[in-house]
């Protein structure tokens, strides 16, 4: 079996036995999904090229094949920065290098994450041309959109444009209409793929088997609140003129998307003192800090230093039924390698 989305390209280093994947069948990862990618990085670092990277999976031996996307947020991390603003001509440059270097040494794309920082501020025409730049060497275009929720509509038109300008085949991740509102949104987004696919436009999608999604709760926070990386976001979640703008806008984001604080479960904290929190909801949380869901989120997020993650349960079993269906659309576990011994049994 093949993965189509998968973010092992980091766990993959820790156990390169990738049990949790061989004992199912699966024999390669399609990883560097949404935006993130473990290679390139920043000179000085393990590895600062892909094939650096490759070249240290070759030596672990892994037992399982990866196909490594560009994760087009690491590469604007690494040039531009955190900023919400577009890239120079000459940062444009330096990432569309890195991008043909890349593709070089053996990627198979480029992926964007255009709902996290920094990729949500990167306008459209940045993404074409680094997708025309990998497009050139035959990569695809594999795209965590800008919404999955109220504006799916427009997301997945922006997916399909950036197809249509670079020329890339475009791979729409983990299709899905995500909170409980937005679940009529679903068939409108599947005739725009199908209407594009049938104008010439080389597009499918891939999606998991699930009704809950995982992320970081940071990606709750509105966009402004995020830019200029995560010191910045914690400085205006310590700023109480700040935080009450936040606060303000958060209620509406909750209830959007998964669909309110009983659908968001905490999956992961960054230290020992939130543990009990692990596995409870949002409105339990709430509920014991004697707080409101939204200033539990900020007050979360605040003492963990920014690192929460958690488990929503956003989509509804009709329409994942109706998306692994599609003829257009690959399974992704949209997950990571684990395995029963080593560092990531203590996730059990």
Request: proline fraction near 5%; aromatic fraction near 4%.
């Amino acid at each position: 079996f093949i993965d189509a989305h998968s973010h092992s390209d980091d766990s993959i280093r820790r156990h390169p036995g990738a049990e949790s994947r061989v004992h199912q069948g699966i024999t390669t990862e399609v990883t560097g999904n949404c935006g993130y990618s473990a290679a390139p990085t920043p000179s000085g670092s393990e590895w600062s090229s892909v094939g650096s990277y490759f070249e240290a999976l070759e030596e672990l031996g892994i037992a399982s094949n990866q196909a490594l996307l560009l994760g087009q947020g690491s590469l604007r991390r690494g040039v531009v920065g955190g900023d919400d603003r577009p890239a120079t001509r000459e940062e444009l440059a330096a990432m569309k290098r890195l991008v043909e270097e890349g593709m070089e040494a053996g990627a198979w794309g480029l992926s964007t994450g255009l709902e996290y920082a920094p990729g949500l501020f990167t306008p459209t025409d940045e993404i074409v041309e680094l997708a025309r730049t990998a497009a050139r060497r035959g990569g695809i275009y594999a795209t965590h959109m800008r919404n999955e929720e109220a504006g799916l509509a427009s997301a997945v038109d922006e997916a399909l444009d950036v197809g249509r300008r670079s020329g890339a085949r475009v791979e729409i991740s983990h299709l899905k209409a995500a909170g409980r509102p937005n679940w009529p949104l679903l068939e409108s987004a599947i005739e725009r793929i199908e209407r594009a696919r049938d104008d010439g436009v080389d597009v499918m999608a891939d999606a998991y088997p699930y009704t809950a999604y995982a992320t970081g709760l940071t990606i709750l926070l509105p966009s402004w609140a995020r830019d200029g990386g995560r010191d910045a976001m914690l400085g205006r979640l310590a700023d109480a003129a700040v935080r009450e703008r936040i606060l303000a806008e958060l209620p509406e984001r909750i209830a959007g998307d998964p669909g309110g604080p009983e659908l968001i479960r905490i999956s992961a904290v960054e230290t020992h003192v939130n543990r009990r929190f692990i596995g409870r909801t949002l409105r339990d949380v709430a509920d014991e800090l004697e707080t409101d869901p939204a200033s539990a989120l900020v007050l979360l997020l605040r003492l963990e230093n920014g690192g929460v993650s958690y488990i929503g349960l956003a989509m509804s079993d009709a329409n994942v039924e109706r998306v692994l269906s599609h003829p257009l659309v690959m399974i992704g576990s949209d997950g990571v390698s684990v395995a029963p011994e080593g560092p990531d049994a203590a996730w059990k």
